[in-house]
């Protein structure tokens, strides 16, 4: 056959295929004009070099599983040294891992002191307002009790919601990845100058948003290192004031805003109203392929949440097919 069809029918470029050549792990037969004759045999081989790069292999070092081809056996991968192949590729996957996994440490060290500096001229901990800070509890805040109102969610799926999120993205709940994803959902984030609703310390479970943000913030690196892909505080706030929050608090993830409060309506999550006003009780989504694999409610104190979130993280890793 010619190099077209070849090239057609092992889904590469001919150029591919010429590169391939110039490696000697493919031989043409030569016809009585001069042109390359390619035969069965090779569109398997290329298809084989094909699979094995996409796999990060390199093409030059596909030929183990190759030579073990021409040498009759059914799999590519039956031979000895095949398999030592493998190993040396394994190898070189996890230090790039690794170095990859430092690099992105560096970075989000370099994002969490960046946030902070650009944080505004008043640091965090001496905000506050007539009411005291936000960054701190009152004492003998009402705990909210376990009225069982999630206990329907492990194992539901997430609805094709798309909520708007800090960066200006719209981040759709149904296509979150393979890995997992926390998102603590919480009523609101109260700010200097801004007075809480009416009564707000007495309503249980209310109080707490802003110590619960800096635990998830203090807390990020170690979250990822257990396993979290990503972390989202989610609230009906809108995006502009979650922005404030999350560059006053130098939070190094971003933040979900659901005005119309259509994750609760789609996932029956509990609410309450203050001053008129409904909003989300506060819980967190540990989510993993759409679906969500736990849920903590009620959330109690605020500030030894993400603490909380982490040590399930640890304990439960996730189970490889």
């Known amino acids: ?39 069965e045999d090779d569109v398997r081989l290329v ?14 070092r596909t030929r183990p599983f190759l ?10 991968d039956d031979c000895p040294a095949s398999l030592a192949a493998y190993r040396e590729a394994i190898d070189a996957l ?4 690794e170095a990859l996994s430092a690099r992105r440490a560096t970075l989000i060290t370099n994002l969490q002191i960046a946030a902070h500096r650009g944080s505004g001229a008043a640091p965090p901990e001496k905000a506050g307002t007539a009411g005291g800070s936000h960054l701190t509890l ?28 800090t960066a200006g993205r719209a981040i ?11 998102i603590y959902i919480y009523p609101l984030t109260g700010r200097p100058g801004t ?28 979250l990822l290192e257990a396993g979290a892909g990503r972390v989202y505080g989610l609230s009906s706030q809108d995006t502009d004031y979650q922005n404030e929050v999350v560059e006053r608090l130098g939070l190094p993830f971003g933040m979900l805003s659901d005005p119309a409060l259509g994750l609760a309506d789609h996932l029956g999550l509990p609410t309450f109203e203050a001053d008129g006003t409904r909003l989300f009780k506060r819980l967190t989504l540990v989510v993993r392929d759409s679906v ?7 959330v109690f104190p605020p500030n030894e949440h993400a603490r909380q979130v982490l040590d399930w993280l640890r304990e439960n890793p996730p189970l490889t097919t």
């Open 1 to 39: 056959m010619r190099i077209s069809e070849l090239a057609r029918r092992a889904d590469v470029t001919t150029k591919a295929v010429r590169y391939y050549e110039s490696l000697g792990l493919v031989t043409p037969g030569r016809l009585g004009n001069g042109y390359r004759d390619y035969a």
């Open 47 to 60: 298809r084989e070099i094909r699979a094995l790069h996409r796999l990060g292999i390199p093409v030059e």
């Open 67 to 76: 030579e073990c081809l021409a040498a009759g056996s059914p799999h590519a």
């Open 94 to 97: 996890t230090e790039r891992i």
């Open 138 to 165: 009152p004492a003998e805040l009402p705990v909210p009790e376990d009225d069982g109102a999630a206990a329907h969610l492990p194992g539901t799926r997430m609805p094709p919601l798309a909520l708007l999120n």
């Open 172 to 182: 759709r709940l149904d296509r979150l990845g393979p890995r997992r994803t926390v």
């Open 195 to 222: 007075d809480l609703p009416e009564g707000w310390n007495s309503i249980p479970g209310a109080r707490g948003c802003t110590p619960e943000a800096c635990g998830f913030r203090d807390h990020f690196q170690d």
């Open 292 to 298: 969500i694999e736990h849920a903590f409610h009620p």
